[in-house]
């Protein structure tokens, strides 16, 4: 089947885990995960590939347009095996932009069964008002049966999951790569000066989040507009 990629990484992480914690704990992380999600990644690649290649309607008439949901998939698999895994902590924060992310991520990497439930209460509510009208019993069992099927195939053929999915492990990317950089560099800095690195770190343990820091800076970017110019 197609070429893989035969790299093979040393499980541990050069990186210091006392020195740098946070990126130690993300570099062993991916180097747990990277076969697992390189398999999958080669899997689809192939199965791309093979479309393309594919005689008229079967492959190459509807590539790439009936393909978008592969190539979405291929991307969040790749963004997944850069992240290793997702922390809990980085979904809270999340939550923040998208409160359905969990959701999303369910939906995305089919980490739970959906259940309909909007399609079983719409169903239900059919089924009393046949009932009312006297309905014949293959219409109120197809009342029952569609609303849920439909809701399940809507939400398992929809790109939407994958796209806000995608958007959030471009998200942790970034903030971890940010976290990474200031790990590094606080370690640098206690090399050349341990005392400044702690008087720093007993400073700033109680600075809030990046949210209020955010707030903060509108609100007086707010009032020094609204002061007169001398």
Do not use: C
């Not at 990186?15 to 130690?24: E, I, N, R, S």
């Amino acid at each position: 089947m197609g070429r893989t990629n035969k790299m093979r990484l040393d499980p541990q992480s050069p990186y210091d885990q006392k020195a740098t914690p946070f990126l130690h704990n993300w570099d062993t992380e991916y180097r747990r995960n990277y076969d697992d999600y390189q398999k999958d990644i080669d899997k689809l690649t192939f199965h791309l590939q093979k479309s393309q290649r594919a005689f008229g309607p079967f492959g190459s008439w509807g590539y790439p347009n009936f393909f978008q949901r592969d190539f979405l998939l291929l991307a969040l698999l790749k963004r997944k095996q850069l992240v290793g895994k997702v922390f809990p902590e980085e979904i809270n924060e999340y939550q923040q932009i998208n409160q359905s992310i969990r959701d999303d991520l369910n939906k995305t990497f089919k980490a739970k069964f959906y259940i309909p439930y909007r399609g079983f209460a719409i169903g239900l509510g059919a089924n009393v008002f046949a009932h009312l009208f006297n309905f014949q019993y293959s219409f109120r069992l197809g009342f029952l049966v569609l609303p849920p099927l439909v809701e399940y195939i809507w939400v398992k053929t929809g790109s939407a999951s994958y796209v806000r999915s995608l958007d959030f492990l471009n998200w942790v990317l970034e903030l971890r790569k940010a976290k990474a950089q200031l790990e590094v560099d606080g370690a640098s800095v206690y090399n050349r000066s341990p005392l400044a690195l702690q008087k720093y770190r007993q400073a700033t343990k109680e600075l809030p989040n990046l949210y209020e820091i955010y707030d903060e800076l509108i609100n007086l970017v707010n009032s020094e507009s609204q002061q007169p110019i001398e």
